[in-house]
């Protein structure tokens, strides 16, 4: 697998796209028939993550929310994509500012932290710990609300076994918390020149819209399920 790694906490104060609200309501996406929802859509789908979620590099219009904006919008959906992701995040700083992002009635939480984690070779006990803590703080608010989380890679010098237990925290919590599981949000993406800028870590245009895709296919159908077919 790849080693992922996301831009370093120095760069929090000059990521213009941290804790940026995506609202693409009025793009001129191609609209397709909408399809029938029995229930009011309204709401937020919650982005919270790293920079490969603020679109570090991009700017937050190129970024995989926004891109899933535009999926919402041609489907007929009004769900509104809100990016809160932060360069340099890690597992435990999602859970300080979780309470925070919980301000407004959250439809899908996009749980997207661990790289940072497994750069720094924090421990992955822990990391699954604060992600935990994210869930449950979330379905405490909200119970209603639907979970994705994005799994992701360690670095593969930390070694087989923090490797293997990081890569089983992502699964083990979707199975426990009755999540859906993006298995590698990076798929296709990582180590690929062409998908990624010239630091080799954070996808470029190309690459941002690679990782929606793989986003989506895990996403619309958690949105169906709980606006359609419930």
């Known amino acids: 697998m790849a080693t992922l790694a996301c831009a370093p906490a120095d760069d929090v104060a ?11 309501a009025g793009s001129s996406y191609p ?44 489907a007929g959906y009004k769900l509104r994509a809100v990016n809160a992701g932060i360069s340099g995040e890690t597992s435990a700083g999602g859970l ?25 070779g924090l421990s992955a006990a822990a990391m699954r710990s604060n992600l935990e803590k994210i869930i449950q703080r979330t379905r405490e608010r909200y ?10 890679e360690a670095p593969p010098n930390l070694g087989a076994t923090y490797t293997r237990e990081f890569r089983e925290t992502f699964r083990a919590l979707a199975d ?28 470029n245009i190309a690459g941002q819209k690679r990782v929606a895709e793989t986003v989506w296919k895990v996403l619309e159908p958690v949105i169906r399920r709980k606006y359609v077919n419930s």
């Not at 028939?33 to 590099?57: E, N």
């Not at 119970?143 to 992701?152: K, R, T």
């Open 176 to 203: 426990k918390y009755d999540a859906a599981l993006i298995p590698f949000l990076l798929e296709g993406v990582a180590a690929q020149p062409g998908l990624n800028q010239d630091d080799g870590i954070h996808p």
């Open 143 to 152: 119970p209603d609300a639907a979970i994705v989380i994005a799994g992701m």
């Open 14 to 24: 000059t990521n213009r796209t941290a804790e940026t609200k995506v609202d693409t």
């Open 96 to 120: 300080r500012r979780i309470d925070w992002s919980l301000q407004q009635p959250v439809a899908v939480l996009v749980l997207e932290l661990g790289a940072n984690d497994g750069l720094r």
């Open 31 to 74: 609209r397709p028939s909408s399809p029938r929802l029995p229930k009011d859509t309204s709401g937020i789908i919650l982005f919270l993550g790293t920079s490969l979620t603020a679109g570090y590099g991009t700017g937050a219009e190129y970024a995989y929310p926004a891109l899933i904006q535009q999926k919402l919008n041609a």
